[in-house]
């Protein structure tokens, strides 16, 4: 009888009070809070930090290179601030613009291959997109989706931007005029590779510019004041 009770009565005390359970059941329902976000630190990212280091230490042996002094110590802010801009543009992530020119080739190439296959123009544009990540897929996405509604290739493509267009306008004037949509996509995807390697080439070059630039900022100084500056002055001796 006496464990009977000791039983019940232990029972009792750990049976939750309706206060209790209230909280739990509300504790439940309510939702999650959300972890803090991560504070930036003022000195930024490791990039910027990193960034900032290679043009100070290009500006750094610019002002040694010069021998010091108020014109170099300007030279060499100069050379910072350029090198700190070269720098951000060279490490910036690629736009979508971007990245969808340097997609649509292989989209095109894609799309030319599924419709020699005899696919039709829909399905093959929704098969494109699943293949192909990132904007340029999200964007043949809507497009296929506008195809297998039923939509004209005219309202399918209205909708995209430069420089997915100009596949949009190989398809439409293709499927207008009748004529082989395959030959078309070839063309342009080779044109747009032709158009993606002089821009590199371009690039290459201006590169090569700014490579250089530092290295005339250091030596034309020196050449004036260890060639130019004592022939005036000789002149100008002999002169007056």
Wanted: hydrophobic letters at 50%; one cysteine or more; proline letters at 8%.
């Amino acid at each position: 009888m006496s464990a009977s009770l000791a039983l019940l009565a232990a029972g009792l005390l750990a049976w939750p009070s309706s206060a209790t359970a209230r909280r739990q059941r509300l504790r439940a329902l309510l939702p999650t809070a959300a972890p803090a976000r991560p504070r930036r630190t003022p000195s930024g990212p490791p990039g910027v930090r990193r960034r900032w280091t290679e043009a100070v230490a290009g500006g750094l042996v610019t002002y040694l290179l010069l021998g010091g002094g108020l014109p170099a110590g300007l030279l060499a802010a100069g050379v910072v601030a350029g090198l700190e801009r070269l720098l951000r543009r060279s490490g910036a992530p690629p736009g979508d613009a971007e990245q969808l020119g340097r997609d649509l080739p292989v989209a095109c190439d894609l799309l030319a291959v599924c419709l020699q296959a005899g696919t039709p123009v829909g399905t093959a544009v929704a098969a494109v997109a699943d293949a192909v990540p990132g904007p340029l897929g999200e964007r043949l996405t809507a497009v296929g989706g506008l195809y297998r509604l039923g939509a004209s290739p005219q309202r399918a493509w209205a909708d995209v931007a430069a420089p997915v267009d100009a596949l949009a306008r190989t398809v439409v004037r293709a499927g207008e005029s009748g004529s082989s949509v395959v030959p078309a996509l070839q063309r342009l995807a080779a044109d747009l590779r032709g158009s993606a390697r002089s821009r590199t080439e371009a690039a290459v070059r201006r590169a090569g510019v700014w490579v250089l630039a530092p290295l005339g900022l250091c030596f034309l100084p020196a050449f004036l004041c260890l060639g130019v500056v004592p022939l005036v002055l000789g002149i100008a001796g002999d002169v007056f």
